[in-house]
């Protein structure tokens, strides 16, 4: 039987192909129990998890506690601006504190890239990476390519735009690890200050025109523009920047073909997207959120046999 | 390594439409009763006997497959992980009679796991369990068959052997493997 090659979800450059498509298969048959009259079954109930996020999140956290809950495993929950972080504890003291209950599997979202790495190479429990600073995001990636699986069939050979700040974004380098490993090709488009200086050793294309971006892709996922992470000024004005490089319905229907619009949230209305298009038919950003509940079932319950 | 064969594909036919006229007896035209065959392998045998009493009853009989893995309690306690395969039940069993089918009855644990699995989809009236080949003396739980194929004694270490033309085979057989 297959198993994951990894005991951690660390990043998707860590774990290969395979690995991708055992967590797509698994994820189908979540998705199906999803669909349920009673959506829960009982696979962790002897596992406990414990959901620790030092930087704030809506989505991912609530899909994750709803993915535990549905797997019937015990959540506890962890938030840095009511804990004992507050006072100068350390990651690892604070951390090992919650091992020390007796808890299978830790999913942290930390702001310094790294920080899950180095909690797996210290502690004995699985840890699943929520999104560690600027670094990865591997469930988004995931269920970003699941999605595109699920409209086309597979996701080999198809064009894929990421669009915004990539600078900043641990969406963008999870996403683009994770469609190369399956044979997409990856362009990244954005403002030049937004694009890191080494981009190019990823193999990916570089377009600065966000037409020119929409009009070669079957796929744009944009990406929001992260001003908490950003220090300096990268662009003159968010009305500059969503003037060059904001998608309007009007651009999405002057394509002469239909392309698929990804966001993973939260939409900045107004800015990288208008309105019209967040909510046209084009739009793929709530079945994202779906797939997400299912693509983490199925990463916690491939992990959670790792153990043993 | 030892094959015996316990069915071969005729065989393997009377016994099949043998179960269908059990069947018939006790649920007469299936206004209430639905099939749901046991993933992997129940699917294959759950298949057969709907084809074959829809020939005899004229009319469609509900069947589904229904995959037990999420509800196994050996979950984290073996060797090799557990893949799932799908589950595919496009009606409620609610109040309905439930026809439980699965190829061979061993320790029972699987059986366990599908009434948990079933739950999902309402609340049966009745569960009644129908399979090919039933190994006794080697339940682990208080388990048994209402509609059985064949009984065969059997030690732990011998296995039995389904082949399904769906599956591939040259012909259906059945064999102990020693």
Avoid at chain 1, 210 to 215: D, G, I, T
Avoid at chain 2, 158 to 171: D, I
Wanted: with cysteine; charged share 25%; net charge positive.
């Amino acid at each position: 039987m297959q198993q994951l090659s990894v005991r951690h979800l660390l990043g998707i450059k860590n774990i290969n192909q395979n690995d991708i498509q055992l967590i797509f298969e698994t994820a189908d048959t979540f998705k199906e129990v999803l669909n349920r009259p009673i959506k829960k079954v009982p696979s962790l109930r002897d596992v406990t998890i414990a959901n620790v996020f030092f930087e704030n999140s809506t989505r991912t956290r609530l899909s994750f506690e709803l993915a535990q809950k549905r797997l019937s495993a015990d959540v506890i929950n962890f938030s840095s601006s009511s804990s004992s972080v507050k006072k100068g504890e350390t990651l690892l003291d604070t951390v090992n504190n919650i091992l020390a209950m007796k808890v299978d599997m830790i999913v942290m979202r930390h702001s310094s890239p790294g920080a899950p790495h180095f909690l797996a190479r210290h502690v004995k429990a699985n840890i699943v990476n929520a999104g560690d600073g600027t670094h990865e995001h591997p469930t988004q990636a995931l269920l970003d390519s699941f999605s595109i699986r699920e409209k086309f069939g597979e996701v080999r050979g198809k064009k894929v735009a990421i669009i915004g700040d990539i600078l900043h974004s641990r969406v963008a380098l999870s996403n683009i690890f994770a469609l190369q490993k399956q044979g997409a090709e990856v362009m990244v488009c954005g403002p030049v200050t937004l694009l890191p200086r080494y981009i190019n050793e990823l193999g990916v294309k570089v377009e600065l025109d966000v037409r020119k971006a929409l009009q070669w892709c079957d796929v744009a996922n944009v990406l929001r523009i992260q001003l908490e992470r950003q220090q300096i000024k990268y662009f003159p004005s968010l009305r500059e920047y969503s003037l060059y490089y904001g998608i309007n319905k009007a651009m999405l229907d002057s394509l002469d073909k239909e392309i698929l619009l990804m966001h993973p949230g939260p939409i900045n209305r107004g800015v990288e997207l208008t309105s019209d298009a967040a909510d046209s038919h084009h739009s793929v950003i709530l079945n994202q959120v779906e797939n997400g509940v299912a693509i983490r079932m199925a990463v916690l319950y491939l992990l959670a046999q790792a153990t043993s | 390594m030892q094959k015996r064969i316990l069915f071969d594909s005729q065989l393997l036919d009377l016994t099949l439409n043998r179960l269908c006229q059990q069947l018939i007896e006790n649920h007469d035209a299936f206004e209430q009763t639905v099939i749901l065959g046991m993933q992997p392998r129940g699917i294959f045998l759950a298949d057969r006997l709907q084809q074959k009493l829809t020939g005899l009853l004229g009319k469609e009989i509900l069947t589904g497959h229904l995959d037990t893995t999420f509800y196994r309690d050996d979950f984290r306690r073996r060797e090799s992980p557990l893949k799932p395969n799908t589950t595919h039940v496009p009606f409620i069993i609610e109040d309905k009679k439930v026809i439980l089918v699965d190829d061979v009855l061993f320790t029972g644990r699987t059986v366990r796991a599908a009434l948990d699995a079933m739950i999902a989809f309402g609340r049966p009236k009745k569960v009644e369990l129908l399979v090919m080949v039933d190994r006794k003396y080697s339940r682990d739980l208080p388990i048994e068959p209402f509609y059985i194929g064949r009984q065969v004694n059997t030690i732990m270490s011998q296995r039995v052997l389904v082949e399904w033309k769906e599956q591939g085979a040259a012909e259906d057989a059945i064999w102990l493997i020693t």
